[in-house]
């Protein structure tokens, strides 16, 4: 295929790649030069006096941050749609249809109106009926952009080099006419600051032609830079002409003629050329609305063209010509809708209108592109990438709703009007023919993953105890399966080498084998010989990876997931990419691995901590130290100045972990200022560092780094950072153990009867675990409600600490308390745990204890465990009306266990 032609996915068709810089520019510029200068100067002045062309300048300033993130966007998504296309991939066909739909009748009555505008200028030259002249000049534009976007882009050209010599003109003559004297006096800001910024709002749709070229992107030759180029060019251009035109204008028509003129061109010509020079100003502004017109009809038609594509509107609209290769029926559509428009609407209030929703859309660009960086998605790689990330996009961010602010009511009436419609298509149409998700969605909690067991994209896969997943970012893809094959208990590995697309319609071509995956095929062939081992490999193209992980490891069984660690990036804390997701739901232990080149592995540094993972990173360590024949040191960090009973109960913590160890270990007690730094320096003399996964939640993980990651980063070794699911978290410390024996015991030892409450009448998580403080404290020596209630946050935030059934196992680790506790507490109404699946629970079984006393809180669990699973705990506590019958049921049911 011709490189100048792009394929339609969905019908087979090509649009003609033919747009070159200067179209862009053209189309751009077109979209701009019309109603914003040729129209709405005079109207602009009224609400701020002679600074109304610092308003232009304040509105194009605003408009730059969507100019630089659209220019990104349409450099990763050059196709048809524009805005749509980026809204859509980013926060779904919901969003999509809103977005595409708004800008498709905020554009077409923009157009519309450009149409009806002529009227003003035709005037000055004969008396003529505005309707029927405005719909000639539709059905003649309609057929232009049917025949070709080739002959609108040479027309827009040769319309914007008219236009801007013509500006440029008027610029050269009026400005040695200007009243200097004008600009120096009170009338220079005749409604303060904020009516400054309100005529901001209000010339602000004067550029939201800027990014329009974005939509047409798919017909534009070499679009990764022609795009960009042209689009930042044309702003910075018209943002120049637009202020120094509408000074001359402000410095040299009176102000009370200024203000009523709704031909402020014309009248800014005659007033300083005569006569003559007024009626070449109408002309150029006959063409120059005629040429808006034609490029908002290019641009527009292509959102429902695209939106046709991915099943949001019906699929006769992305039928493309045979000869003229654009998409006719869109274009026709569109033309038809303005017809209406222009016959039956107020068109002029209606656009001013959706001029709101336009700087919605900018306002979301800015986000999407954060979100789309932020969120590690693969298949994003725009050519050209925004200057000054991510400050740009939070400038375009405030400044587009402070405008947005100080436009009022107009502002939410317009924004109403343009996403109704959009709305009840999707729900009565799109939601039925298509089931794709945003790339926001798939950040979200998704409860079609965590509720559901799917095998659809796995079936070939046969099971194997450690799935990898690939996804391009692997220093060496075969030091990555090399651990995986480390630890594997059945020497079965599946390798997925994950290729993310954009949409379906790409996944053929994606899945056609490219040099990469027969590299890793052959060079994973040859490990699985060498190891004696069997490697699955499989090449996936998938548009959900988070999904076709997730269906991966339920079809395999898999007792762990590896992936390469990736590192974090500034503002990923605020988004959470499909792979934290993963982190928080996968059903399997997960492992994050950082390779720093070591080829031998005989000495592992061991960084556990008091939580759900320290089980598991024990004794993950405990089997690679046998499988390598390396050494085990378990290291602690302690402040210069701690105390004794504190430096203590950390040793006593670490000895507790090194028992459920087989083979011989090590202990390294780290004193210093830093942990950072302490850890790293230790990690020089080791080859692979364990540790356990960082918190899920909590408000610390959003603005802080947390150390798992800072240590990850600087570690001079090799760094495997593993999560155990909640299903999993005693299943470790159970296969150390062979026996419980002494469990039940335990557990009526350490029930503290005073802490046993039921039917406590509270709503919310934050209440519960303020009672249950309370509680703990008013039976505990030397700790404080305070305390008690941090420490259970701090395990919380960890990892949320329900397990099904409507009970949850809160834990506080607490050095000042005196042996671990027990207590129980349930609840008159199940309360919303913010648990990933929204279930509610009413049990809850607390242990607080100190971090030596490790060994026994997993006793203590792991009791527990066993009698919810082989008694009738759980529904018999639900009807125990005080503590007294609590008591009953936990000895009876200690009693059906048999210890």
Known sequence: MNQQEKQNPTTGKTLDRSLGLFSVIGISIGAMLGSGIFVLPGLAAAKTGHSVWLAYVIAGMCALPAAFSKSELATAMPTSGGTYIYIDRTFGP???????????????????????????????????PLKPVALTALAAIVTLNVMGVKKVGRIQIFVVILALLSMGGLIAIGLPKVDWALFQNNTQFSHGTTGLLATAAFVFVSYAGVTKAAAVAEEVYKPESTLPLGIIFSLILVTVVYALVVLVMSGTIPMDEFVQTGRPVYDLANSIGGKTIGLAGALLGVI?????????????????????????????????????????????????????????????????????????????????????????VQWYKPSYKSPLYPFTQVFGIVSGLALLAVMGLDALLGLASIIIPGVFLYFFYGRKKTKRKGELTKMSARTDLALAHETDDTEEIQPASVLVSLFGNERSPETIVEMGIALSKNNRVAVQDITEIQDSHMESQALRADPRQRSLERRFAAMAEDKKVTIDFHPVATHDSAKTVHTASDALKSDCLLLAWGGRATLGRFFRNPYVWLAAHVRCNLGFFKDAGVRYIRKILVFAEP?????????????????????????RFVQ????????????????????????????????????????????????????????????????????????TEQAACSVLRLRTPKSKIHAEFRQSRESITNTTTSIRHWLIPECVQTNIKVRKKEELFTQIAKSFAAQLDGVTSQQIEKALWERENTQNTSVGRGLALPHATIDEVDGTKLAMFTTADPIDYHTATGDKLDIFIVTVGPSSERHRHLELLAGVAQMVLETDLI?????????????????????????
């Open 94 to 128: 919901y969003a999509g249809t809103i977005a595409g739909m708004g800008l498709w009748i905020s554009l077409l009555l923009k157009s519309a109106f450009a149409l009806v505008g002529l009227g003003a200028y035709l005037s000055v030259f004969a008396s003529l």
């Open 288 to 376: 120059t609305m005629t040429s808006m017109a034609n490029a908002g009809i290019l641009a527009s038609s292509r959102f429902p063209f695209a939106m046709s594509r991915d099943a949001l509107v019906p699929p006769q609209l992305s039928k493309v010509h045979a000869r003229f290769g654009t998409p006719i029926v869109a274009v026709v559509a569109t033309g038809i809708l303005m017809a209406a428009a222009i016959i039956f609407l107020n068109v002029e209030k209606l656009a001013k209108l959706a001029s709101a929703f336009v700087i919605m859309l900018f306002v979301i660009e800015s986000v999407t592109v954060i979100v789309l960086r932020e969120s590690s």
């Open 611 to 635: 939580g759900p993972h320290d089980v598991l990173v024990v004794a993950t360590a405990d089997h690679l130290a046998k499988l390598f024949n390396a050494t085990i040191t378990f290291v």
């Open 640 to 711: 210069s100045d701690v105390s004794a009973p504190i430096f203590q109960s950390q040793t006593n913590y670490v000895d507790e972990l090194r028992h459920l160890c087989q083979g011989k270990t090590k202990v390294r007690m780290l004193r210093g200022k830093s942990l950072y730094s302490a850890i790293t320096e230790e990690t020089q003399y080791h080859d692979l560092l364990v540790l356990g996964a960082p918190p899920d939640s909590g408000i610390k993980r959003l603005l802080l780094q947390n150390k798992e990651d800072t240590i």
């Open 875 to 899: 529904p018999e506590l639900r009807t125990a009306r005080d503590a007294d019958q609590a008591l009953a049921v936990i000895r009876s049911n200690l009693l059906k266990t048999g210890k």
